[in-house]
């Protein structure tokens, strides 16, 4: 794989101007991939930039200038969830939708 990436693509100074990206997993996890870039416009007008490997959906962070796996919030105490009531109108669910994707 390395081979074909040093002769085939160039490396990008910024990952919002890639198209493709290059994941080597830690050790014993699979292979090195060479996997598109995907781009979503966010509700509020921004890009976001993410790629799925290994059916994990990794969003790019532009503080830390790494792609990371979503992260949940596990911190809640139980009462939290008893009493959640859902989504609150269109706009909340479809910020949701784009920011975790759907439950496929």
Do not use: I
């Amino acid at each position: 794989m390395s081979v074909s990436c040093v002769l085939n693509y160039s490396k990008a100074a910024d990952a919002k101007t890639s198209a493709w990206a290059k994941v080597v997993p830690t050790k014993n996890n699979g292979w090195t991939e060479l996997v598109p870039l995907q781009k979503t416009r966010l509700p509020n007008g921004a890009m976001q930039l993410w790629l799925s490997f290994q059916k994990v959906h990794y969003t790019y962070d532009d503080d830390r200038r790494r792609f990371q796996a979503l992260e949940f919030d596990v911190n809640r105490l139980y009462s939290h969830y008893q009493n959640y009531k859902g989504w609150e109108g269109e706009e909340a669910v479809a910020e949701t939708k784009t920011e975790y994707g759907d439950n496929k």
